[in-house]
């Protein structure tokens, strides 16, 4: 099993910045690709982020390419999400998840098997 923790989440204004941070523990050496994902109220989880454990392959949503970072330090077990120019509409809870091998499509939810807890990110206008 992994075990997920983000933190970092908070409130911040319309154009400021956040960094998300993901810790993994457990089996991590069975980490093939960790995303981020959010969901905002009345909406369904959506992806956001991805990026393979090896390699330097990433992978974003069009919504916030150009906005967000993803990047990882395997040392630590971390994957981080770099979020700037924030606009009210990236208000979400943001978690984060893993798979344990190849699975395809990066975006869809159910080809991850653990998930965190999740962050909550207020972006006020």
């Known amino acids: 099993q992994v075990q997920l923790v983000e933190s970092g989440g908070g409130l911040v204004q319309a154009g400021g910045s956040l960094r998300l941070s993901c810790a993994a523990s457990?089996?991590?050496?069975?980490?093939?690709?960790m995303g981020w994902f959010r969901q905002a109220p009345g909406k369904e989880r959506e992806f956001v982020a991805a990026?393979?454990?090896?390699?330097?392959?990433?992978y974003y949503a069009d919504s916030v390419k150009g906005r967000f970072t993803i990047s990882r330090d395997n040392a630590k077990n971390t994957v981080y999400l770099q979020m700037n120019n924030l606009n009210p509409e990236d208000t979400a809870v943001y978690y984060c998840a893993d798979t344990g091998t190849y699975r395809g499509n990066v975006a869809t939810i159910s080809n991850y098997d653990y998930w965190g807890q999740g962050t909550q990110v207020t972006v006020s206008s």
């Open positions: 990026i393979r454990w090896s390699g330097s392959n990433t």
């Open positions: 457990g089996r991590t050496s069975s980490i093939y690709t």
